[in-house]
């Protein structure tokens, strides 16, 4: 007899659903399960993109060290590839709201699909 988490478990799986990630106090997404495609997208997107999402938050497109760096345009990657990875994607507020624990998160999300 399939228990109530396995029924849960199972239609996920149906409906390409991974764990869930918190990004707030009240703010939960569920994250998709990763396919080739995926994946593949996910590598074409963030390809030149050198620093982590927690790194680029903020910062004007200039000089780091010896590199030239885009960094607004690599947070506006960073914020397609989660629109990629989460099921409802992050409306423009949800995104502005997210807190350090979620950065965080949002930081780590990326790494299990590259």
Known sequence: MDT????????????????????????????????????R???????????????????EKGWFGDDQFDFPEAESKYREAFNIVLEDGLSDDEYDSVDEKGIKELDSLLTRFL
């Open 4 to 39: 109530v988490k396995e029924k849960k478990d199972n239609l996920d799986q149906t409906l390409n659903l991974g764990t869930e990630v918190r990004l707030t106090e009240t703010l939960t997404k569920q994250i998709k399960i990763g396919t080739i495609k995926t994946i």
């Open 41 to 59: 997208d996910l590598r074409k997107l963030m390809n030149g993109v050198k620093y982590n999402f927690q790194f680029c938050i903020g910062r």
